[in-house]
């Protein structure tokens, strides 16, 4: 796991550093404008003519400072700026001054960008807007974004040699929604951002605008290892600036997260879980989780879940079903135990045994029957209560929450069935986005969580896991991790038997979802196109031997 900021976390970051006198803001320009430039001579070695898009604010400072470089470097550059450099803040207004020491400035309008005296550019640089973005561009600028959005339906030429700093201008870093009105948003082939990726890189439509996204460190990191150096009370500005914390799932070692990942160890913690073995151990060392299934013909949602939740290590995995599917299941199964759970009594006295560590309650029971077995673990009292993960059917049958449910629940929506879960979230997240930073997955979903006081996973190519102490994750499979041939039928039944079976070796409900959640991604991965449910399980055990 790696840390994600939000706009005015990283604010809080840069403005403390600043007030630490460690760097300045114009050390900070500098080395980002570096980071643009050498991005860009990795990429497009013989680009000889740059035009350089300038906001108001620091933004454009960071362009201004590329353009510099580029020009030093030999490249013919054009800088096409929104402000005079006596309106921009007091760093962009330096290097604007710079700039100008050899070059001019020209307005940020359609008929600059198109000046056929200039012709075409190898490469545009897209410096207008980036954490600061607070409301939808509007005249010039708009017309100039939505230009290079290919408005003209020449958006494919400017995708391909667009090159944005911090992020796409109209992209919100917050929530990953689009604040430009109009249908041509610009799409950049690289974006570069810095210090460590934005929560908005990773969310909605943050992957698809932004291209290649490279993170280039402006050397925060020594100072972020030295903040106790701080005074008390800015200690504790920086920690409210940055509180909750919010993670990106992935297992990368400690050593390459960020030096303040104090989220960032969870993701390492629920894998070295996995992997630790005692030497005295049996079957009920893992824990056991128990899959209710749906009626004969309808059991099949349920034994891919219980597959993944044995394959991801639970030491016993039994099906609950009712009478006239026992034998449907035990026609189909092995490894797995089989109960018979014909109504709420059965499983309330199967719930008794406190070995019993984790519930699956949803893949194909049918609403009915979900409804009835949500009764039971919601009212019953059991016992110590199992972690109960609630998917599928189960989700439908809870209807919407107004009223915290017990609080090792975990619930699995996907977009439909959040929307019937919590309709006024959904209603937000879908409203147009007029202000910045723009509601968020992440916001609706750590509100999710508040109201129902239980873990939730938000499905997704961004799914987003929170709990409702207010840390959050966001697990990303776009780019290089995107998976489409994953959405296939029973790939959701295997993500909550994976919740379920980490959950019955003792992860925490958090924890639990957001490794289930790359390791449904991982497997889908190893596997390739042409996957279908059944073949996710399988594809487990090599996914784990890779991890070591
Ligand atoms: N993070 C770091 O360590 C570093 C970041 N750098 C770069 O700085 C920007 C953030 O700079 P900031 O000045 O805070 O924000 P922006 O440049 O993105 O934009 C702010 C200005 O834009 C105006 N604005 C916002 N939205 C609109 C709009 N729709 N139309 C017109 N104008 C708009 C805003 O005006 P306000 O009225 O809202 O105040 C500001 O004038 C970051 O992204 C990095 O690229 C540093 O250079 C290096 C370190
Ligand atoms: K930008």
């Known amino acids: 796991?790696?840390?994600?900021?939000?706009?005015?976390?990283?604010?809080?970051?840069?403005?403390?550093?600043?007030?630490?006198?460690?760097?300045?803001?114009?050390?900070?320009?500098?080395?980002?404008?570096?980071?643009?430039?050498?991005?860009?001579?990795?990429?497009?070695?013989?680009?000889?003519?740059?035009?350089?898009?300038?906001?108001?604010?620091?933004?454009?400072?960071?362009?201004?400072?590329?353009a510099r470089l580029l020009r030093e470097a030999g490249c013919a550059v054009r800088v096409l700026a929104a402000a005079v450099p006596d309106r921009m803040?007091?760093?962009?207004?330096?290097?604007?001054?710079?700039?100008?020491?050899?070059?001019?400035?020209?307005?940020?309008t359609r008929k600059t960008l198109n000046d056929?005296?200039?012709?075409?550019?190898?490469?545009?640089?897209?410096?207008?807007?980036?954490?600061?973005?607070?409301?939808?561009?509007?005249?010039d600028i708009a017309s100039v974004l939505l230009r290079?959005?290919?408005?003209?339906?020449?958006?494919?030429?400017?995708?391909?040699?667009?090159?944005?700093?911090?992020?796409?201008?109209?992209?919100?870093?917050?929530?990953?929604?689009?604040?430009?009105?109009?249908?041509?948003?610009?799409h950049a082939a690289l974006t570069v951002t810095f210090h460590c990726l934005k929560a908005g890189h990773v969310l909605s439509r943050g992957p698809e605008v932004c291209g290649e996204v490279v993170v280039h460190d402006i050397g925060l990191e020594p100072w972020l290892r030295n903040r106790k150096g701080m005074n008390s009370q800015e200690f504790a500005w920086f920690m409210a600036g940055r509180t909750p914390p919010l993670g990106l799932v992935s297992p990368l070692p400690f050593e390459r997260m960020n030096a303040d990942a104090r989220v960032g160890s969870f993701m390492i913690e629920a894998l070295n879980k996995f992997g630790r073995l005692s030497e005295e151990t049996h079957k009920y060392t893992y824990g056991h989780a128990l899959v209710l299934t749906g009626g004969m013909g309808r059991t099949g949602a349920?034994?891919?879940?219980?597959?993944?939740?044995?394959?991801?290590?639970?030491?016993l995995v039994t099906l609950g079903a009712p009478g006239g599917a026992m034998l449907e299941c035990a026609a189909q199964i092995t490894a797995l135990m089989l109960r018979r759970v014909e109504g709420g009594g059965d499983l309330a006295a199967l719930l008794g045994d406190p070995r019993i560590t984790a519930l699956c309650l949803g893949p194909g029971m049918g609403v009915e029957r979900a409804a009835?077995?949500?009764?039971?673990?919601?009212?019953?009292?059991?016992?110590?209560?199992?972690?109960?993960?609630?998917?599928?059917?189960?989700?439908?049958?809870?209807?919407?929450?107004?009223?915290?449910?017990?609080?090792?629940?975990?619930?699995?929506?996907?977009?439909?069935?959040?929307?019937?879960?919590?309709?006024?979230?959904?209603?937000?997240?879908?409203?147009?986005?007029?202000?910045?930073?723009?509601?968020?997955?992440?916001?609706?979903?750590?509100?999710?969580?508040?109201?129902?006081?239980?873990?939730?996973?938000?499905?997704g190519p961004d799914t987003v896991i929170a709990a409702p102490d207010g840390r959050a994750a966001v697990h990303a499979a776009t780019g290089a991790r995107a998976v489409p041939w994953l959405a296939t039928a029973g790939a959701g039944d295997v993500l909550a038997g994976l919740i379920a079976g980490l959950c019955a070796r003792g992860l925490g409900g958090f924890e639990a979802a957001c490794a289930a959640a790359w390791l449904h991604v991982e497997a889908a991965r190893a596997f390739g196109p042409g996957?279908?449910?059944?073949?996710?399980?399988?594809a487990l055990p090599g996914v784990l031997r890779a991890l070591g």
């Open 1 to 66: 796991m790696t840390d994600l900021v939000t706009s005015a976390q990283m604010r809080a970051i840069e403005r403390t550093a600043f007030e630490s006198g460690v760097v300045t803001g114009l050390d900070l320009m500098e080395r980002a404008g570096e980071g643009v430039v050498a991005a860009i001579q990795m990429r497009w070695p013989d680009a000889q003519r740059v035009t350089v898009l300038c906001g108001p604010g620091n933004n454009g400072g960071d362009g201004f400072v590329v």
């Open 89 to 108: 803040p007091p760093d962009a207004a330096e290097n604007a001054r710079r700039w100008l020491e050899a070059g001019v400035i020209l307005p940020l």
């Open 116 to 139: 056929p005296d200039w012709g075409r550019s190898d490469l545009y640089v897209d410096a207008i807007f980036g954490t600061g973005l607070s409301r939808p561009p509007k005249g």
């Open 148 to 186: 290079l959005g290919g408005a003209s339906g020449d958006g494919e030429y400017y995708s391909n040699r667009l090159v944005a700093i911090d992020a796409p201008s109209g992209l919100c870093l917050d929530s990953g929604r689009i604040l430009l009105a109009g249908e041509s948003v610009p």
């Open 302 to 315: 349920a034994r891919l879940a219980a597959r993944a939740a044995l394959r991801v290590g639970a030491g």
């Open 372 to 459: 009835e077995m949500l009764a039971v673990v919601r009212e019953g009292g059991v016992k110590p209560h199992p972690t109960v993960v609630v998917d599928a059917d189960g989700l439908t049958a809870l209807g919407p929450v107004a009223a915290p449910l017990p609080p090792g629940w975990v619930l699995t929506p996907h977009g439909g069935e959040f929307a019937r879960l919590f309709p006024d979230l959904a209603a937000k997240l879908t409203a147009p986005a007029d202000t910045g930073p723009a509601y968020s997955k992440v916001d609706a979903t750590r509100e999710a969580a508040a109201r129902a006081g239980c873990v939730v996973l938000f499905k």
């Open 531 to 538: 996957l279908i449910a059944e073949d996710l399980p399988e």
